[in-house]
């Protein structure tokens, strides 16, 4: 059996090829499977597809036009936290309160350790089917960005078009993207009309 592709023996396996690190444990990242058998390179993995991508567009041209940048500011291309010890988390975009980032040093290269208010991940690039990785993921990394501050934390479920919406000291909840979405401060969107409005060539469900 390959010694790289085994559970026993994962720590074989890169660390360019860990897209975080959650309760100390690696999250590689989807597809690094074929990098390791030669069948892909590493470029071929890291970035997204077209509907993440436009997403994720279509997504922060609606945040850039109504949030108020004296307010808040917002990150993205896989920004990274550090929320403790072998935890270290990337997400597609995060809101921060300008206030408090305002006082931080802008001049690092180290994961941000000020949490964000709000992270939206657009489905994952993390191999969360995989053995390796633990199989609650989704729940793993919400609850630990919730308990480290995170007020709430949206997922943008491509296959199924559900949003998966967590809100410290709330019940979680689960819409289609037909439903409108309320952010903190009382801001929403609606992710159909969002891609309506931005004439995407996507097929919504009409469940």
């Not at 990242?29 to 436009?54: H, N, P, R, S, W």
């Not at 609606?62 to 004296?70: A, I, Q």
């Not at 270290?88 to 000020?114: M, P, V």
């Not at 410290?168 to 009309?193: A, M, P, Q």
């Amino acid at each position: 059996m390959d010694t790289l592709t085994t559970p026993t023996t994962s720590f074989a396996i890169p660390q360019y090829l860990v897209y975080e690190e959650i309760n100390g444990k690696p999250i590689y990242y989807k597809g690094y499977e074929e990098v390791l058998a030669q069948q892909k390179k590493m470029d071929d993995i890291m970035g997204c597809g077209t509907l993440q991508f436009l997403l994720i567009g279509t997504l922060l041209k609606w945040l850039y036009r109504t949030l108020p940048d004296n307010t808040y500011r917002i990150a993205t291309n896989e920004a990274g936290l550090h929320l403790s010890k072998g935890n270290n988390i990337a997400g597609d975009i995060l809101i921060f309160d300008w206030l408090a980032l305002s006082k931080i040093d802008h001049n690092t290269t180290e994961y941000a350790q000020l949490m964000p208010r709000v992270m939206i991940e657009v489905d994952t690039k993390a191999a969360v089917a995989d053995f390796y990785t633990d199989p609650n993921y989704y729940l793993k990394k919400t609850n630990l960005l919730l308990r480290a501050g995170v007020e709430q934390v949206i997922w943008i479920l491509s296959d199924s078009q559900m949003i998966l919406v967590a809100t410290l000291n709330e019940d979680w909840k689960l819409v289609s993207w037909k439903r409108s979405v309320t952010l903190i401060d009382g801001y929403s969107f609606c992710l159909n009309e969002l891609i309506k409005n931005d004439e995407l060539n996507i097929e919504l469900s009409e469940d």
